[in-house]
Structure formats: C-alpha cells, structure tokens
C-alpha cells in the first residue's frame, strides 16, 4: 500500500509522511499484498475530493487569510492562470516554428514566439529561451553551455544569498563542475571585487555567477564583467528574484552592464508561472542554449505555462515601472517602520535595501525558522535564511521577508506602518515565550501551545491572525496587469 519508509528522511518528515498517507489514503490495502494488512483504503473519489480540498485550503490561506511576504512567491494575474490551467498543457510543443514535428500546433507554436518576443522586449535581450522549466534548469542550461564538466566556477556563496543550485549539491556540481565561493564584501551585500579579482586570476574560472535569494543592493555586475574579461570567463547573472527590479527598471540590467547570460524563476517578483527564463546577447551562447532546450533537456515544454508567461510579461511591459517601484517603496518602508518598532533589520552600508526584498536579524525572536513559525500563526507568510550576522546556535540567523505579492494585491508604502505594528506583536508574543522557556525548544511549544506561556502567547497570536485575516479581505484583487 504504502512506499517503503525512506530511511535517510528526518524522523519527523518520516512521521509526517506517514500520517498524511493514513489519513488520506487509508490504513491499508486490499490485496494486503504489501502491508500485510486488509484494513480498507479510501476509495480514489475521495481521494480525489481530498486532493480539491486541500487545494481549496491553501488557496483559502494564501488569498485570503494570510499576508504573502515571502519574496519567492507571488499570485498570477487571474488571466495567466487561466491559461495555465488551459487544455495547452499537455500538447505537444516539440521543434521550431513552422517545422513542428506533430501535427495540430499551430496556435501554440505562435504562442511560444509571442512570449519569447515579450522576454526579449522586456529584457532588452537578443535572445530569449523559454523552454526552461525552472530556474533551477536555467542555470543547468547557463553551465551547460558555458562550461564541461571538470570546470571550475567562482559563485555567489550561501552568505550573500547564493543559491545551491551554483554550488555542489545542485546543478552545479551535479553536472561535475567544480565551485569556489565568490569572496564576500558585507558591506554591499555583494562580492568584494578586489578579492575576487584576486581569486580569478588564481583560479581561472570558467565562469563566474552572481546573484542570489536575497538582493539588498546593486551588484557590481559591469566590474564583475572586467574580471571575467582578463581570465577568459563567462558571466551568469541569476536574476530568479531581481529579475522584477530589473524588468521594472528599478536595477540596471545585468545583460546592459555585461552579464553573457541572464537566468530566472518566472514565479518570484515577476509573478507568473513556475517555470523558467534564460536571456542572452551572445549568440553563439544563444545557439547552444536553443540545442540544450531541444533536442538536449526538454522535449515538450507545458506551452500553458509558456501562455502564462505570455500574459505575465505583456503585464510587465505595460504597467511593469509601477509595479516594481511600488515594491521598491514598500520594502524600504517596512524595512523603517519595524526598525522603528526595534525588529531590526539586517544592514548594509547603505542601509536595509534597495530592492524588493531584506532581511531580519532573528537571533532576538528564537532564529530564522521560530521567528517564521511564529509569524504564520499570525497569518504572515515568510522564511528564515542566513544572514551575514552573528550565528545563532542551531539555526538561522535571519528570516526573509518580501513585497512582491502584498503589493500586487494592491498594497502601498501607506499600508506598511500597520503591517509592521502587527508583524511587531506577533514576534514579541513569540520572543516573551522564547524568554519563558530557555531550556527546551521553543519551537514545539509555539507550535503547541502547550504550557502557560505558550496558550498565552497562542492567544496573542491568534488574536492577530484574526485582525490580519480580517484586513486581508481588504486586498482581494490583482493589480498591475495590462
Ligand atoms: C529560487 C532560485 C533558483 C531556483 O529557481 P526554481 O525556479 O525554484 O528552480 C535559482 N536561483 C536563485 C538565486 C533562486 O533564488
């Protein structure tokens, strides 16, 4: 009935997996052939009905109950959702234009040209590969193309953001490149480009990447472009969460200042489907990018999703300067005001941000995961990452926090002073429980509520979660689209 447990899944996921599969599956099997028992199953129309209401739950919780600050996510304008959710889907995409190998594609196959043209308009791009699933799969694609495996890379570290999939337990290394850490300027926020260039020279790259999970500041991209020059590198600009202040025009583009190759999540600040963008100037780059789209890693690509985009990007292209600075505004503004209220942010020379999206220094609220836990009971969605600051033991030390969909709900920098007082309650509440109960995990029992302190704060949370789903009803539409 059930799959074997997985032995290298942490106990508590096991546990978890195992009671979501008996409460929504049944006990058993009816053959017993497997779990030795005949304990009955849930017939597959329930099944399928438990599938639509956990669905409809978390649509509940996320367009209505809770505030979205978690900058790696956003809502689709309901017009790109349609589409997604469209019969496209599951039809066959594969080959150019004109010369599609399967009959019967010739909307779709102008869908895919649109959408790659508004990828490239936006983007100020020559080139733009659509066929990206992720961007997860754009990096693969960007070191596929500019690297074999053996290569040595320079990539932004965990420190400064940097994703995993630069690194060796993610695309990266799994293709068999060979990555080093970028040497890191806290200060920006960024790479020190004095030691970097240093560690160029030294380790002659074949391509060095920036950009990560949380971007405070400009990175230097056009220095970072010089040093690639003198040791023969290319350069990978991952915009999977700046690509909204860039296609905003709120950062420079990384592709104007040098960048050989832009990588993107499209679901992030740019609000549209999970999938991926890869943009270019180089055309040789370009040329191998198209043969690694097909026929190398994809074969039909989910032309809904291609169609989402579509829509996602003609919204950027309209309204898409609004949008993004109405982003930039509201960080730095909730950034102030809960700095204002003595939950500090982390800060860079120049201050909180300059983007969409900043960090908050956890230590004080029980680390990055408690703060975040604490946060969700009263309806504020967000996560921990790692901060450039002091450590906190056994944990993360900071937790992320972001713009992008309260403010394509339709909130302002106005909205953020009452959005700060809140957050501001519920961090204390947590943090007074942290105070009670030095000795064990505070986590379960904010999780739990299960002493004293913990129903008190439990109500304490509660109570905000009631108010913020109240005020949530207040934001129920999709703004900035065309
Ligand atoms: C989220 C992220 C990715 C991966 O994107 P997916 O679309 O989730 O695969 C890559 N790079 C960075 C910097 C990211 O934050």
Redesign the pocket.
Known sequence: MFQTPQTWVPAGSRERIETISRTHLGEGDPSGSRSGTTAPTVPMGEVVAGIEDLIAASDRLHDEEAFNLNP?SNVLNPRAAALLSSGSGPRTSLGYAGEKYEMGLKHIEQVEVVTAELAARLFNASFAEVRVP???MA?LYAFMATCSPGDDIIASPTTIGG?V?HHAEGAAGLYGLHTTGSPVSIDAYSCDLDALANMAREVKPRLITM???LNLFEHPVAKVREIADEVGAHLLF?A??VCGMIAGRQWANPLDEGAHLMSM?TY?SLGGPSH?LLLSNDAELSQRIDAIAFPGLTANFDAGAVAALGVTLADWIECGEDYASEMRASASTLADELSARGVEPFRCAEGFTDSHQFGLLAAPFGGGMTAARTLERAGFLTSGIGLPAPEFPGGQNGLRVGTPEIVRRGMTTADMPRMAELMTRALEAGQALCAADQEGPSTARVRHGSTRHGSATEAILSDIAAEVSTWRKDFTEVRHTA
């Open positions: 790696a992720s961007g997860a990096n994703h999939t950009g990560g999970s991952d999977a969460h999540s992030k991926g």
